[in-house]
């Protein structure tokens, strides 16, 4: 019995019974754990490992459009919280959007993540938790789009 069971019994926290049914399960762990991988192992009647595809956390993508610098920092919010952003930087002057831009690099690096060039002035940041595979090729280049608006 370890001190700290020892203590939380001694204050009515934890009762007896359960720190010795506690100790059974982490034997019985350490059992298993001893077999050796060499020996072939017997067929018990575990079930199968399903899990389903419904049960999985929901999948959040953020779409931003700062109109200052003042806002990257709600950007890197979202990315330190291990959600992907879409930034949209038509609506700011071309020299925040550099510093924008420059600003999320910084974090996306110190997150191990990923950012992208999804489009003209719009970026996709990505935590580390997701990969960004492929790449999109622009079929006007950036000064025709100008042209067209």
């Given at each position: 019995?370890?001190?700290?069971?020892?203590?939380?019994?001694?204050?009515?926290?934890?009762?007896?019974?359960?720190?010795?049914?506690?100790?059974?399960i982490v034997e019985q762990e350490e059992?298993?754990?001893?077999?050796?991988?060499?020996?072939?192992?017997?067929h018990t009647t575990r079930p199968n490992?399903?899990?389903?595809?419904?049960?999985?956390?929901?999948?959040?993508v953020i779409l931003n459009e700062p109109?200052?610098?003042?806002?990257?920092?709600?950007?890197?919010?979202?990315?330190?919280?291990?959600?992907?952003?879409?930034?949209?930087?038509?609506?700011?002057?071309?020299?925040?959007?550099?510093?924008?831009?420059?600003?999320?690099?910084?974090?996306?690096?110190?997150?191990?993540?990923?950012?992208?060039?999804?489009?003209?002035?719009?970026?996709?940041?990505?935590?580390?938790?997701?990969?960004?595979?492929?790449?999109?090729?622009?079929?006007?280049?950036?000064?025709?789009?100008?042209?067209?608006?």
């Amino acid at each position: 019995m370890g001190v700290m069971n020892k203590f939380m019994n001694f204050l009515g926290l934890q009762e007896e019974e359960e720190i010795v049914e506690r100790e059974r399960i982490v034997e019985q762990e350490e059992q298993d754990v001893e077999t050796s991988p060499a020996e072939p192992r017997k067929h018990t009647t575990r079930p199968n490992n399903v899990v389903s595809i419904h049960s999985q956390k929901t999948v959040r993508v953020i779409l931003n459009e700062p109109r200052s610098y003042d806002e990257a920092q709600e950007i890197a919010d979202h990315l330190r919280s291990r959600r992907s952003v879409v930034v949209n930087l038509q609506r700011v002057r071309t020299d925040q959007a550099v510093r924008i831009v420059d600003f999320l690099s910084g974090t996306i690096y110190a997150l191990q993540g990923q950012i992208s060039k999804i489009g003209p002035n719009i970026f996709l940041c990505t935590p580390d938790s997701v990969e960004i595979q492929g790449t999109i090729s622009e079929l006007l280049s950036e000064e025709d789009y100008r042209k067209m608006r």
